[in-house]
């Protein structure tokens, strides 16, 4: 094996966490482009499951395309209804028919695969939402180009070749303002939920960072039903408001203002009630890859990658492994290095190439006063090595459902 | 109350039981056509039930133009697969939204109503039937012209008036063999279904009788979980052939030869075998009112209305109400009544007077030897006359599901 | 070759002309049902058309499911404008890929002709449906059973086999009655139409013939943009009920009472205008098999078959082969054959038998005062296993759109 | 009115010009995903301006959603074809009713807009799809919630108030390499497409730099009819690569190495072949907001935004205004300032503050050599202050196309 390419270098600007002015934004799990982004990796790891257990291999497939057409609903204190079903569309390219080296003929079900898995998906993640009303799923899986096929074998040292000149990005340690961003939307939607179960899915979380002070606007989702009337309502805004503001107390000391669905008019009856508990349910539409990048997060402060990670083919990828990898790489050195204050980690791919041996690893990084570069770069750069060298684990766990894409 | 227009005469021709051919055809319920009739008529009831129950009475709505697109499948012995999902469309109109006396609006959610009535339908109907993974419903409704809403009120006496010149036909009795064909597959797919899960509901019978001999071609999808293999599905094919000639022991002293999947070649390993237990998986479209008539039969002998009688709105459509009051008539006149060895019902509409009364009710009969119609006039005329007084009836009759339009 | 079982008798019901009351109706071109007709007709054309171009024989196909959605228009004295375009759903079977006998792969392609010849046929049939704004087509065709393919060969003189038990009717002559419906239509959208371009496609026309009185109820959706005003509107009405009227004389002398748009109400400014000259742009939904027979008729005082012909195969599709062909028959036995009053064809198909041996073709004649069975049988069946005999003639006369199915 | 927030600080980075390495991409009109945002943008310029013309004001809508599912085509040298048609989606919202103050009632067609925009611009852009044969366009337009409506009113001095927190960001001036990417396909689908007709509207550029040495590396797709056969292709592709090396020469004294269609293997026969022009006839889905930020670049080196600023409403859409108003305060800046390498200007918006009073104007500076700040700021400020003041000219230009998205 050649040595590869891994540059590690001070970055050119200071630490985001030092930036006057730093905005992080998070779109739950119940966001129409989230609901999309969630579909399509579902979509992806059922299909690349039964690839595995019909013929020993991933097959061809990217199944990032998934369209959500919002209904229309009434919602109202205590239980209101869908009247008109969202519409989704699993949109994609899956390999239908593949004759193994035994001649023996394969048809795979790719687009029953699809149509179980998105409808599983949306039963585990969105709760209030009935389907047999309140949604249709619809799938249109083409079959791509021929020569695309067999990628990823029993032979499990096999590393695939690059198909393509792509890029990704990954960032650690998370700043205070991401970090809060982050929780806020799982601890609404995971523990509070669990005793709150007004909360939807849908929770939008902005922060805003301007100097020490950090404004942290949320808005959420109530689930009717769960909600008798406009004090109920204003106890759940209220409750949301005190556990977010306690949450932002373990996680700084800066000052933060928490602000929760400020476009509420209470005297105009105008409040974020719904039926499901997204707001896809009227008037928001969504597609997969326009909200959350791989790492969970929209950081305009830091670069980010254009790619739509969720639904891609895990194996062949470039751009979803790498924008994975890079992630994964970036929060290993920042794990086991210290003196380590802010650290992008980008990987560039070259068409041919084994992908565990990137055009360019590149490490940029700002240290904690004190800390040189030259004190670290060995370490750093054994942990890059060593993650490459695994990159097939990605794969792996991609298929597994342990990564999240979004 | 003017008097209403009832002819009584003979037929200008003999009794079909009479003829020398006799052509007579069923479509089971689990057919394509006969699936689309079921679940249009199916949301029908429950859009007509939904409006009655928000806003006291039905408002203005058609869907009787469910369209199927069949999908794809690997069947095998013991259990094969869908491969591509089915895809059903239910087409219609319905009214949305409607402002009621008091002034209070209401937003009707046909759609959502609509897709749950689809989804039940199917999931009672054909039990073999994954809605998970082996169809995709979907909803089109659109709003008809605002005109015509307000049609059946919270005063049951109200007889609506005809909005169309439209004709309904109806026949009894059945001769030996459209009873032979009706029972044959509603046997199948009731009792002998109960005790033999490998049976599947689409099955279609069609009947043939020269002279005095009878064949009865039985085509029926097996369910391939049931059916291990080749031999028991020739064990399965021979039970129904077992079966149905018994049955048409008890119907009929006539010759009667039964074919059951005529078109299989076992040396091809070519059945009739499916996952689903209908063709719709695999390559059958189906639309309404393509297949049986209001009474459940295809009848070229006899006179037909072109009308689609499924997914109408039972309370104004004329065609609907006129095809099944005059079925209804025949049956009740023929039970009622000695002598009468064939009876043809006609009702005809005429715009803008009350549907109780029809511009011309034509009772054609062919009377049992030895009887003139002058015999039993005066009874059959006492009949209809009551049964159209009582037309009304047959509105509830529909959504409360109790009569059945194919 | 066998002798072919044809049976001349006499029917055993008067001629339908000489019935008391008669009820016909024709569904113009530009109806809902009659478009998805048309489309499904001229769709398997030319898929036939492109079968036979590339691969030298008719595949497999069936084309008979074309749905249509109605849209939402805003007709409008001097020109509207539709707010929502109609969706017309191309749904079907037809054979993608093939290998002929040198091993030559050809993959045809069966979506991209379907929806050219569709839009092809909406541009020529409905002249004021704008296809950029007024109608969205889309098509889903699957692939059917493999075992079906290969059924038109070069060598022309080789009849298939029927591959189903079915049944087809013709009738001839028509009574008057039946003339004067079909004439008023073809009249208003033929030579009426060219000089009078307010005249939309969907002209319905119902008779009703009670003795010797006829009622001819006309519906025409005229088209907005050559309709200025209200009386412009009442001028083009009277128009049509002049000329129907005049035609009527032409046909019959019987006394004729001739109504236009009966539902209008100048009062309130109800009338029957539309943007396109069809109602689909408005709340009727459409699609095939629903409306004319393949005489072009709706004829409940006859036998009629429910077979949906439009859009079937005509080469191996026995039920569309034997509406024609029994059609046809009649129509050349009362050419050539004096002395005939009514006459009906039936042909019944035996599953296996090639199809110029029906398993029974049945000639029920009504013969003028005077004319006995005895003195035509001969001739009829003449001319009857000539036609019998020529009938591969009937696919290609419908693959050259010679042949109407609606 | 108050002062603006403006900030005029050196950037925390050096310029991108300076960097080690450097990456830039560029998706070309013809690719699936620029097809969707130039859908949506030209769907959005023809609602805003029927919005305009028929109630003197734009209503609520977004069409930011538009979906391509890819097809199937069978290319070859000399002219191949389409075998199954893509299918495009328009999705989004609009307002489809609208009374205004004088009580008049409007009823707008947004869905026969929509189509026909759609329609229009595929015409337009891609002339080698066939609309007739190639692609089925389908809308699904909803209505959004109703207190979002009324927003561009006949007093064009009003400015609307911010309805989110949103952020914008735009850069200036471009690198040599983003420069050389940009120019590469706006030559090749411009003056060189019209002197080369087998040039397809799918060109990809992606440019690397690493210190002095840039790769373009461009994939064009070419259109078969245009090219008869092998040798054609290779002419083609060298003729491609032959004016990318030119244009480079005129750009840029370093290096530059151009690499076209990579992928191709002449041995194999395997070449980059399109009967349209793009790859979305085979296999490449799309969809809006995943190509191109506003600027029509992807730069990973550069702070972007998420935001898909194709086809959201251009008066109240904060995050598209503020991407395209930063991107031309950038530019502007740049223009009349001189002494400044690399600029960064961003914008955020703060909820219920008039648009051209952000909550922060952000300008990041690198200057030349010699230039402080204190030397420019004055300048920049004045600029700055001036194009917010000016905020609502940015609808007005992207109503009539004149600002580019993609």
Not at 19 to 24: G, L, M, S
Not at 136 to 155: A, I, P, T
């Amino acid at each position: 094996m050649t040595e590869r390419n891994i540059r590690v270098q001070p970055i050119d600007r200071g630490a985001v966490e030092d930036e006057t002015v730093e905005i992080v934004e998070r779109k739950g799990v119940g966001h129409p482009d989230s609901i999309c982004d969630g579909v399509a990796e579902h979509v992806s790891e059922a299909l690349a499951q039964a690839y595995l257990d019909r013929v020993g291999k991933v097959l061809h497939y990217n199944t990032d395309e998934t369209q959500l057409v919002a209904g229309t609903a009434a919602p109202a204190f205590g239980g209101g209804e869908v009247i008109e079903p969202v519409y989704l569309l699993v949109v994609g390219r899956a390999t239908k028919h593949y004759v193994d080296e035994t001649g023996t003929e394969h048809h795979i079900p790719v687009d029953a695969i699809a149509l179980e898995a998105a409808r599983d998906y949306l039963r585990e993640t969105l709760p209030a939402l009935d389907l047999e009303t309140d949604i249709v799923v619809d799938v249109r899986l083409g079959e791509g180009s021929g020569d695309l096929q067999e990628v990823f074998g029993e032979d499990e040292r096999h590393v695939p070749e690059a198909n393509d000149t792509s890029f990704g990005v990954g960032h650690a340690p998370l700043t205070e303002t991401e970090k809060l961003v982050f929780e806020t939307e799982r601890h609404l939607n995971g523990p509070y939920h669990a005793e709150h179960p007004a909360i939807g899915q849908d929770v939008k979380v902005m922060g805003k960072r301007e100097g020490d002070h950090i404004d942290l606007t949320v808005a959420v989702a109530l689930v009717d039903r769960h909600v008798p009337d406009i004090d109920a309502y204003e106890a759940e805004i209220e409750g949301v408001r005190e556990t977010v503001a306690a949450l932002a107390d373990d996680h700084t000391d800066r000052d933060v203002t928490v602000h929760v669905n400020t476009a509420d008019d209470y005297e105009e009856g105008s409040v974020y009630l719904t039926v499901t508990g997204t707001s896809a349910e009227q008037g928001d539409d969504g597609s997969v890859g326009r909200g959350n990048r791989a790492n969970g997060l929209i950081t305009p402060n830091r670069s980010m990658s254009m790619e739509a990670t969720s639904g891609k083919n895990p194996v062949n990828h470039i751009g979803k492994i790498y924008n994975l990898l890079s992630t994964q790489i970036a929060e290993s050195v920042v794990d086991d290095v210290e003196g380590i204050r802010d650290l992008r980690v980008r990987l560039l791919s070259q068409i041919g190439r084994p992908i565990d041996q990137p055009h360019v690893a590149d490490v940029h990084v700002v240290t904690d006063e004190g800390v040189a570069i030259a004190d670290i770069e060995a370490d750093v750069r054994e942990i890059v090595d060593a993650e490459l060298a695994d990159v097939t684990s990605i794969t792996q766990r991609v298929i597994d459902g342990e990564l999240t894409t979004f």
